[in-house]
């Protein structure tokens, strides 16, 4: 079931979802941290391949959005990957401003865990 | 347009996107390397919070799958995180058996890179 061109290929050849967006881990380049995931369209994929800077899909305002262009946390693109269905992207990041990604005001958007080994839903703060 | 309770509290509340999911990142505990990005309903939430193993839900498939139930290669996670807008978690594992989390039989399922700054869309492998 699985399509050896998709996988083994050469080619991008993103597979979009029903909405036309595949996601897109964001991953600091020096320390590996995870600092976000977003969407991207084909719009978005192909400005931040060209310009080397983070473009994304908001889903919730259903606009294109450059990260940063308000706050000044530009996403500078050393690195990006794909996964072998091609429906995810990873991109490793220099954030330029004053480093945070997170709207929120912290580097990263996962800064609450999950408890663990309970049907209990606690989270705990970093 | 943001939610404090959603973003700054303690309950985990799932913001389930139209098909009942959320996105699901897979690094490795030790290196940080990110083997995989998946899918997960309630259900497989649940269950990985659980059992501590990962679960996830098969858009393909349409059907709840546990990572490694055939291939031995099961996910063990030793921290779950959750993002701002809790539409995404984070998982640190540990693989068993081989250590190969990619169905094409490497451990990472990002094992092409996208080339930048040109309108051309060539990938190329490890």
């Known amino acids: 079931m699985h399509d050896k061109e998709l996988e083994e290929g050469r080619a991008l050849t993103p597979r979009y979802d029903a909405n036309g967006l595949i996601s897109a881990i964001v991953a600091d380049e020096a320390t590996g941290e995870i600092l976000m995931l977003a969407h991207m ?20 305002r ?5 990260k940063g262009e308000t ?18 992207v990873l991109l490793k990041v220099s954030v330029t401003g004053d480093g945070k990604t997170c709207h929120t005001g912290r580097r990263s958007c996962f800064y609450r865990t999950i408890a663990l ?7 705990s703060f970093d």
């Open 41 to 60: 369209n084909e719009d978005a994929l192909k400005r931040t391949i060209e310009t080397r800077e983070g473009w994304f899909w908001s889903r919730s």
């Open 62 to 66: 259903k606009s294109l959005w450059k």
């Open 71 to 88: 706050s000044g946390n530009v996403l500078r693109v050393s690195e990006m990957r794909i996964d072998c269905d091609q429906d995810a």
């Open 117 to 123: 080994g309970s049907p209990k839903t606690a989270l």
